[in-house]
Protein backbone atom coordinates (compact mmCIF):
# COMPACT_ATOMS: atom_id res chain seq x y z
CA UNK A 1 0.00 0.00 0.00
CA UNK A 2 1.39 3.38 -1.13
CA UNK A 3 1.44 5.92 2.23
CA UNK A 4 -0.62 8.80 1.99
CA UNK A 5 2.99 11.15 2.24
CA UNK A 6 4.13 9.01 -0.99
CA UNK A 7 0.61 9.80 -2.43
CA UNK A 8 1.03 13.69 -2.39
CA UNK A 9 4.91 13.92 -2.82
CA UNK A 10 4.12 12.22 -6.14
CA UNK A 11 1.16 14.52 -6.71
CA UNK A 12 3.91 17.22 -6.36
CA UNK A 13 6.37 16.06 -8.51
CA UNK A 14 3.84 15.13 -11.53
CA UNK A 15 2.17 19.05 -11.18
CA UNK A 16 5.98 20.67 -11.08
CA UNK A 17 7.07 19.09 -14.07
CA UNK A 18 3.64 19.66 -15.76
CA UNK A 19 4.31 23.44 -14.99
CA UNK A 20 7.35 23.12 -16.37
CA UNK A 21 6.59 21.54 -19.77
CA UNK A 22 4.24 24.25 -20.01
CA UNK A 23 5.74 26.76 -19.40
CA UNK A 24 8.38 25.90 -21.74
CA UNK A 25 6.00 25.13 -24.59
CA UNK A 26 4.59 28.68 -24.03
CA UNK A 27 8.41 30.09 -24.64
CA UNK A 28 8.84 28.22 -27.72
CA UNK A 29 8.51 30.80 -30.55
CA UNK A 30 5.71 29.89 -32.96
CA UNK A 31 6.16 27.29 -34.78
CA UNK A 32 9.88 26.37 -33.50
CA UNK A 33 8.66 22.39 -32.16
CA UNK A 34 7.18 21.89 -35.64
CA UNK A 35 8.25 19.68 -38.77
CA UNK A 36 5.41 20.77 -40.77
CA UNK A 37 5.55 18.32 -44.04
CA UNK A 38 2.56 18.56 -46.08
CA UNK A 39 1.52 16.50 -48.23
CA UNK A 40 -0.99 15.29 -50.78
CA UNK A 41 -1.81 14.64 -54.52
CA UNK A 42 -1.49 17.63 -56.91
CA UNK A 43 -0.62 18.80 -60.75
CA UNK A 44 0.70 21.34 -59.68
CA UNK A 45 2.42 23.01 -56.08
CA UNK A 46 3.44 26.47 -55.76
CA UNK A 47 5.11 28.64 -52.96
CA UNK A 48 5.51 32.26 -52.42
CA UNK A 49 8.60 32.60 -50.56
CA UNK A 50 9.34 32.09 -46.63
CA UNK A 51 10.13 34.17 -43.73
CA UNK A 52 8.67 37.22 -42.43
CA UNK A 53 5.83 39.20 -44.16
CA UNK A 54 6.67 42.95 -43.88
CA UNK A 55 6.14 44.54 -40.69
CA UNK A 56 3.14 46.16 -41.31
CA UNK A 57 1.61 42.80 -42.46
CA UNK A 58 -0.05 40.28 -39.78
CA UNK A 59 -2.41 37.32 -40.00
CA UNK A 60 -5.39 39.55 -40.83
CA UNK A 61 -3.49 41.10 -44.48
CA UNK A 62 -2.80 37.43 -45.66
CA UNK A 63 -5.73 37.76 -48.33
CA UNK A 64 -4.09 39.24 -51.04
CA UNK A 65 -1.07 37.34 -51.26
CA UNK A 66 -4.01 34.46 -50.84
CA UNK A 67 -5.34 35.99 -53.40
CA UNK A 68 -2.36 36.06 -55.99
CA UNK A 69 -1.43 32.55 -55.41
CA UNK A 70 -5.00 31.22 -55.81
CA UNK A 71 -4.65 32.99 -59.96
CA UNK A 72 -1.31 31.22 -60.43
CA UNK A 73 -2.35 27.83 -59.49
CA UNK A 74 -5.61 28.94 -61.79
CA UNK A 75 -3.12 29.85 -64.48
CA UNK A 76 -1.12 27.18 -64.18
CA UNK A 77 -3.77 25.08 -64.14
CA UNK A 78 -5.33 26.20 -67.59
CA UNK A 79 -2.57 25.47 -69.20
CA UNK A 80 -2.15 22.06 -67.72
CA UNK A 81 -5.58 21.69 -69.05
CA UNK A 82 -5.01 22.64 -72.72
CA UNK A 83 -4.51 19.52 -75.13
CA UNK A 84 -0.86 20.93 -75.79
CA UNK A 85 0.09 22.60 -72.52
CA UNK A 86 3.17 21.06 -70.57
CA UNK A 87 4.09 20.95 -67.52
CA UNK A 88 7.03 23.40 -68.09
CA UNK A 89 4.16 25.65 -69.32
CA UNK A 90 2.18 25.60 -66.15
CA UNK A 91 4.89 26.50 -64.18
CA UNK A 92 5.77 29.06 -66.09
CA UNK A 93 2.10 30.95 -66.09
CA UNK A 94 1.61 30.21 -62.11
CA UNK A 95 5.33 31.83 -61.75
CA UNK A 96 4.32 34.72 -63.71
CA UNK A 97 1.11 36.11 -62.25
CA UNK A 98 3.43 36.11 -58.90
CA UNK A 99 6.11 37.87 -60.91
CA UNK A 100 3.37 40.00 -61.56
CA UNK A 101 2.55 41.03 -58.38
CA UNK A 102 4.02 43.72 -55.93
CA UNK A 103 3.63 41.48 -53.33
CA UNK A 104 6.36 39.07 -53.83
CA UNK A 105 10.06 39.81 -54.09
CA UNK A 106 10.12 38.61 -57.71
CA UNK A 107 9.92 40.59 -60.75
CA UNK A 108 7.26 43.39 -59.99
CA UNK A 109 7.63 43.43 -56.24
CA UNK A 110 11.74 42.59 -56.14
CA UNK A 111 13.76 43.86 -53.01
CA UNK A 112 16.55 46.29 -53.67
CA UNK A 113 20.28 45.29 -53.52
CA UNK A 114 22.96 47.47 -51.36
CA UNK A 115 23.16 50.11 -54.34
CA UNK A 116 19.06 50.85 -54.74
CA UNK A 117 18.77 48.51 -57.68
CA UNK A 118 16.70 45.67 -58.81
CA UNK A 119 18.73 42.64 -59.53
CA UNK A 120 16.32 39.69 -60.68
CA UNK A 121 17.62 35.69 -60.95
CA UNK A 122 14.84 33.01 -62.02
CA UNK A 123 15.63 29.63 -63.57
CA UNK A 124 13.39 26.88 -65.15
CA UNK A 125 14.08 22.79 -65.97
CA UNK A 126 12.40 20.01 -67.79
CA UNK A 127 12.38 16.97 -66.16
CA UNK A 128 12.69 15.14 -69.12
CA UNK A 129 16.46 15.55 -69.73
CA UNK A 130 16.67 15.35 -73.51
CA UNK A 131 19.07 17.63 -75.62
CA UNK A 132 18.80 21.22 -73.59
CA UNK A 133 16.51 21.08 -70.49
CA UNK A 134 17.45 23.84 -68.04
CA UNK A 135 17.44 27.55 -68.36
CA UNK A 136 18.45 30.34 -66.24
CA UNK A 137 19.30 34.54 -65.80
CA UNK A 138 20.83 36.00 -63.29
CA UNK A 139 21.20 39.82 -62.33
CA UNK A 140 18.57 41.01 -65.06
CA UNK A 141 17.20 44.92 -64.28
CA UNK A 142 14.83 45.22 -66.99
CA UNK A 143 12.72 41.98 -67.71
CA UNK A 144 9.06 42.40 -66.64
CA UNK A 145 9.15 38.42 -66.33
CA UNK A 146 12.35 36.70 -65.59
CA UNK A 147 11.50 32.97 -65.62
CA UNK A 148 10.08 33.49 -69.50
CA UNK A 149 13.58 34.95 -70.20
CA UNK A 150 15.02 31.53 -68.39
CA UNK A 151 12.58 29.36 -70.79
CA UNK A 152 13.93 31.68 -73.80
CA UNK A 153 17.46 30.61 -72.46
CA UNK A 154 16.40 27.09 -72.59
CA UNK A 155 14.75 27.20 -75.72
CA UNK A 156 16.78 29.95 -78.32
CA UNK A 157 20.28 29.78 -76.38
CA UNK A 158 22.90 27.51 -76.81
CA UNK A 159 23.90 28.84 -73.15
CA UNK A 160 22.18 27.62 -70.15
CA UNK A 161 22.75 30.40 -67.62
CA UNK A 162 23.01 34.27 -69.16
CA UNK A 163 23.49 37.52 -66.72
CA UNK A 164 23.02 40.90 -66.31
CA UNK A 165 23.28 43.19 -69.93
CA UNK A 166 23.95 39.82 -72.00
CA UNK A 167 20.83 38.30 -70.91
CA UNK A 168 18.86 41.36 -71.41
CA UNK A 169 20.87 41.89 -74.94
CA UNK A 170 19.85 38.40 -75.80
CA UNK A 171 16.05 38.79 -74.92
CA UNK A 172 15.31 42.11 -76.67
CA UNK A 173 17.67 40.51 -79.89
CA UNK A 174 15.07 37.39 -79.63
CA UNK A 175 12.00 39.38 -79.77
CA UNK A 176 13.10 40.86 -82.96
CA UNK A 177 14.11 37.55 -84.79
CA UNK A 178 10.65 36.25 -83.56
CA UNK A 179 7.89 38.48 -82.81
CA UNK A 180 5.62 35.53 -81.71
CA UNK A 181 8.02 35.53 -78.38
CA UNK A 182 7.69 39.19 -77.50
CA UNK A 183 4.09 39.38 -75.76
CA UNK A 184 6.30 37.02 -72.96
CA UNK A 185 9.59 38.53 -73.43
CA UNK A 186 8.62 42.71 -71.59
CA UNK A 187 10.67 44.97 -70.83
CA UNK A 188 9.91 47.96 -68.52
CA UNK A 189 12.03 50.59 -66.80
CA UNK A 190 14.10 49.99 -64.26
CA UNK A 191 10.96 52.34 -62.21
CA UNK A 192 8.70 49.31 -63.18
CA UNK A 193 9.94 47.43 -60.26
CA UNK A 194 10.02 50.24 -57.74
CA UNK A 195 7.66 49.47 -54.59
CA UNK A 196 7.86 51.67 -51.40
CA UNK A 197 7.25 48.95 -48.72
CA UNK A 198 10.57 47.21 -50.33
CA UNK A 199 12.37 50.66 -50.44
CA UNK A 200 11.80 51.38 -47.14
CA UNK A 201 13.15 47.85 -46.06
CA UNK A 202 16.48 48.58 -47.71
CA UNK A 203 16.50 52.00 -46.28
CA UNK A 204 15.59 50.13 -42.60
CA UNK A 205 18.76 48.15 -43.60
CA UNK A 206 21.14 51.20 -44.27
CA UNK A 207 20.16 53.05 -41.07
CA UNK A 208 20.52 49.40 -39.24
CA UNK A 209 24.62 49.47 -40.49
CA UNK A 210 25.33 52.84 -39.88
CA UNK A 211 24.52 52.31 -36.55
CA UNK A 212 26.48 49.27 -36.02
CA UNK A 213 29.34 51.98 -37.93
CA UNK A 214 28.10 55.23 -36.76
CA UNK A 215 31.74 57.18 -38.51
CA UNK A 216 29.76 55.92 -41.81
CA UNK A 217 32.65 54.28 -42.72
CA UNK A 218 31.11 52.07 -45.91
CA UNK A 219 34.09 50.46 -47.85
CA UNK A 220 34.86 47.51 -47.07
CA UNK A 221 32.19 46.63 -44.76
CA UNK A 222 29.84 44.08 -45.53
CA UNK A 223 26.18 44.84 -46.32
CA UNK A 224 24.19 42.14 -43.88
CA UNK A 225 21.54 40.75 -46.14
CA UNK A 226 18.42 41.10 -44.40
CA UNK A 227 16.06 37.94 -45.86
CA UNK A 228 13.07 38.77 -46.98
CA UNK A 229 9.76 36.84 -47.68
CA UNK A 230 8.53 36.19 -51.48
CA UNK A 231 10.78 34.38 -53.44
CA UNK A 232 8.22 32.01 -55.47
CA UNK A 233 8.32 28.78 -57.14
CA UNK A 234 6.42 26.05 -58.80
CA UNK A 235 6.51 22.50 -60.03
CA UNK A 236 3.83 20.68 -62.04
CA UNK A 237 3.08 17.25 -63.76
CA UNK A 238 1.22 16.29 -66.31
CA UNK A 239 1.09 12.55 -67.53
CA UNK A 240 4.95 11.80 -65.40
CA UNK A 241 6.55 14.27 -66.79
CA UNK A 242 7.55 17.15 -64.43
CA UNK A 243 8.97 20.85 -64.26
CA UNK A 244 10.48 23.07 -62.04
CA UNK A 245 10.96 26.91 -61.55
CA UNK A 246 11.72 29.46 -58.89
CA UNK A 247 12.40 33.18 -60.00
CA UNK A 248 13.64 35.82 -57.01
CA UNK A 249 14.86 39.38 -56.46
CA UNK A 250 17.35 37.94 -53.98
CA UNK A 251 17.62 39.41 -50.68
CA UNK A 252 17.60 43.00 -49.11
CA UNK A 253 20.61 44.76 -49.04
CA UNK A 254 22.62 41.73 -50.96
CA UNK A 255 25.93 43.12 -52.62
CA UNK A 256 25.68 44.27 -56.47
CA UNK A 257 26.49 41.18 -58.78
CA UNK A 258 25.33 38.74 -55.83
CA UNK A 259 23.71 35.37 -57.07
CA UNK A 260 21.73 33.53 -55.04
CA UNK A 261 20.57 29.58 -55.26
CA UNK A 262 17.04 30.56 -57.46
CA UNK A 263 19.21 30.95 -60.77
CA UNK A 264 21.35 28.08 -59.92
CA UNK A 265 20.09 24.56 -61.06
CA UNK A 266 21.02 21.96 -58.23
CA UNK A 267 20.38 24.33 -55.65
CA UNK A 268 17.41 26.83 -56.05
CA UNK A 269 15.39 24.49 -58.86
CA UNK A 270 15.74 20.88 -60.09
CA UNK A 271 13.77 17.97 -61.91
CA UNK A 272 14.02 14.85 -62.97
CA UNK A 273 11.32 12.88 -64.21
CA UNK A 274 12.95 9.67 -62.45
CA UNK A 275 12.80 11.04 -59.30
CA UNK A 276 10.87 14.33 -58.66
CA UNK A 277 10.76 17.99 -59.14
CA UNK A 278 11.99 20.44 -56.54
CA UNK A 279 12.13 24.13 -56.07
CA UNK A 280 13.23 26.15 -53.39
CA UNK A 281 13.57 28.99 -51.47
CA UNK A 282 15.88 30.25 -48.36
CA UNK A 283 18.67 31.95 -47.76
CA UNK A 284 20.70 31.02 -51.32
CA UNK A 285 24.41 31.12 -50.48
CA UNK A 286 23.86 27.95 -48.05
CA UNK A 287 21.27 26.28 -50.52
CA UNK A 288 23.91 26.39 -53.22
CA UNK A 289 26.62 24.79 -50.62
CA UNK A 290 24.74 22.35 -49.63
CA UNK A 291 22.93 21.90 -53.55
CA UNK A 292 19.76 21.41 -51.68
CA UNK A 293 17.17 20.90 -54.77
CA UNK A 294 19.71 18.70 -56.63
CA UNK A 295 20.30 16.82 -52.84
CA UNK A 296 16.44 16.16 -52.54
CA UNK A 297 15.90 14.88 -56.19
CA UNK A 298 19.00 12.23 -55.55
CA UNK A 299 17.43 11.36 -52.42
CA UNK A 300 14.55 10.36 -53.76
CA UNK A 301 16.45 8.54 -57.10
CA UNK A 302 18.91 6.70 -55.47
CA UNK A 303 17.83 5.43 -51.87
CA UNK A 304 15.58 3.24 -52.37
CA UNK A 305 12.41 3.73 -50.69
CA UNK A 306 13.00 7.17 -49.83
CA UNK A 307 9.62 9.42 -50.34
CA UNK A 308 9.66 13.03 -51.67
CA UNK A 309 8.64 13.87 -47.59
CA UNK A 310 11.39 12.02 -46.18
CA UNK A 311 14.05 13.79 -48.80
CA UNK A 312 13.09 17.74 -47.82
CA UNK A 313 12.48 16.91 -44.53
CA UNK A 314 15.85 16.14 -43.71
CA UNK A 315 17.38 18.88 -46.40
CA UNK A 316 15.15 21.53 -44.83
CA UNK A 317 14.63 20.39 -41.18
CA UNK A 318 18.00 18.79 -40.20
CA UNK A 319 20.62 19.73 -42.54
CA UNK A 320 19.96 23.48 -42.84
CA UNK A 321 18.62 23.86 -39.48
CA UNK A 322 22.28 23.50 -38.46
CA UNK A 323 24.41 24.26 -41.57
CA UNK A 324 25.26 28.35 -40.13
CA UNK A 325 28.06 29.09 -38.55
CA UNK A 326 28.75 27.04 -35.35
CA UNK A 327 25.60 24.99 -36.22
CA UNK A 328 23.15 28.08 -36.46
CA UNK A 329 19.88 27.31 -38.50
CA UNK A 330 19.47 28.64 -41.86
CA UNK A 331 15.71 29.20 -43.02
CA UNK A 332 14.30 27.82 -45.59
CA UNK A 333 11.85 25.89 -47.21
CA UNK A 334 10.69 23.53 -50.72
CA UNK A 335 8.33 22.62 -51.98
CA UNK A 336 8.62 18.62 -53.86
CA UNK A 337 6.27 16.60 -56.44
CA UNK A 338 6.72 13.34 -57.48
CA UNK A 339 5.49 11.94 -60.91
CA UNK A 340 2.93 10.28 -59.84
CA UNK A 341 1.35 13.72 -58.67
CA UNK A 342 2.62 12.98 -54.74
CA UNK A 343 4.08 16.33 -53.37
CA UNK A 344 5.59 17.63 -49.99
CA UNK A 345 5.50 21.33 -48.96
CA UNK A 346 8.01 21.97 -45.58
CA UNK A 347 9.88 25.03 -44.02
CA UNK A 348 11.91 24.66 -40.93
CA UNK A 349 11.60 26.17 -37.89
CA UNK A 350 13.91 29.64 -38.72
CA UNK A 351 11.86 30.35 -41.63
CA UNK A 352 8.71 31.83 -39.57
CA UNK A 353 6.13 31.02 -42.55
CA UNK A 354 5.73 30.45 -46.25
CA UNK A 355 3.32 31.29 -48.71
CA UNK A 356 2.05 27.84 -50.57
CA UNK A 357 -0.30 26.04 -52.68
CA UNK A 358 -1.31 23.29 -54.97
CA UNK A 359 -3.99 22.23 -57.25
CA UNK A 360 -5.23 18.55 -57.38
CA UNK A 361 -6.16 17.36 -60.90
CA UNK A 362 -9.77 18.08 -60.59
CA UNK A 363 -8.81 21.60 -60.01
CA UNK A 364 -9.62 22.02 -56.19
CA UNK A 365 -7.40 24.59 -55.19
CA UNK A 366 -5.67 25.27 -51.37
CA UNK A 367 -3.46 28.32 -50.27
CA UNK A 368 -2.00 28.97 -46.74
CA UNK A 369 0.21 31.86 -46.02
CA UNK A 370 0.09 32.37 -41.88
CA UNK A 371 -0.84 28.72 -41.22
CA UNK A 372 0.66 25.82 -40.06
CA UNK A 373 -0.86 23.47 -42.29
CA UNK A 374 -2.25 23.36 -45.78
CA UNK A 375 -5.87 23.20 -45.31
CA UNK A 376 -8.16 20.72 -47.54
CA UNK A 377 -8.09 21.46 -51.21
CA UNK A 378 -11.91 22.88 -51.92
N1 LIG B 1 16.76 32.10 -52.15
C1 LIG B 1 16.67 33.51 -52.47
C2 LIG B 1 18.07 34.06 -52.58
O1 LIG B 1 18.89 33.75 -51.76
C3 LIG B 1 15.93 34.30 -51.44
C4 LIG B 1 14.66 33.68 -50.91
O2 LIG B 1 14.31 32.56 -51.24
O3 LIG B 1 13.96 34.35 -50.15
O4 LIG B 1 18.30 34.84 -53.46
Same mark, same amino acid.
Given at each position: ?????????????????????????????????????? /??? @???????????????????????????????????????? %???????????????????????????? &????????????????????????????????????????????????????? /????????????????????? %??????????????????????????????????????????????? /?????????? %?????? &?????????????????????? /?????????? &?????????????????????????????????????????????????????????????????????????????????????? @??????????????
Amino acid at each position: MVSLKCWVLLMLVGGVSLLAMWTAAADQPRNAEARRVD /TGD @AVLVIHGGEYDLPESVGPEDAGPYKQVLRKALEEGYAELR %KEKGTSLDAVEAAIRVMEDSPLFNAGRG &SVFNHDGHNEMDASIMDGEHKDKFAGAVAGVTIIKNPISAARAVMEHSPHLLL /TGRGAENFVMRLKIDQPDLAR %KLEVRDPRYFWTQSRWDELKKAWAEEDQQSPQGKKEGRAPTPRRHLG /TVGAVAVKNG %KLAAGT &STGGMTNKWAGRVGDSPIIGAG /TYADNRACAV &SCTGWGEYFIEYAVAHEIVARVKYRKGCTVEQAADELINDELMKAGKDGAPIEGGAIVLNPKGHFAVTFNAEAKQMNRGYITRDGK @ASVAVFEDRLPDPK
